[in-house]
């Protein structure tokens, strides 16, 4: 994937991330949920009827909330530079790594670090550090 720089504002970052802050503390405060998406998802697959509806509201709005903002913004190009298979690969290796670590990026990332979880913060690191050295088998060992 390439990012382009040139369309990069950090305006539009700074604003992304809060409303994903605003949008992880309402679904805390509001339903006493952690906004990992693993486990919202995961839920979806063993449905318990009372978290059913938001579990699905929540998913439905990360799949609609890109489309309608298309309709006021130019998205920037996005550029997958694998195939269908590393892809597929690529994705089963990160469910098992969110069972492995007991929640996703975006739980332990997110929601962790804000409630200064010693465990959330292990996990982000390990993340990260394993995110860095598969970069750099990728690309600079392996060579594709």
Do not use: K, Q
């Amino acid at each position: 994937m390439t990012i382009d720089w040139t369309s990069f504002t950090p305006w539009s970052a700074l604003t992304g991330g809060v409303i994903i802050g605003i949008a992880a503390a309402m679904l805390a405060l509001l339903n006493g949920r952690v906004a990992g998406i693993s486990g919202i998802v995961g839920g979806l697959l063993r449905p318990s009827f009372p978290d059913f509806t938001w579990r699905v509201a929540f998913v439905a709005g990360l799949l609609v909330a890109p489309i309608l903002y298309a309709t006021v913004a130019t998205l920037p190009p996005i550029i997958v530079e694998s195939g269908y298979p590393v892809l597929v690969i690529a994705g089963l290796l990160v469910g098992v790594g969110t069972r492995y670590g007991a929640g996703c990026t975006s739980g332990h990332g997110v929601c962790g670090l804000s409630r200064f979880s010693l465990r959330s913060v292990v996990a982000t690191v390990v993340f990260m550090i394993a995110g860095f050295a598969t970069v750099y088998v990728v690309r600079h060992v392996i060579g594709t």
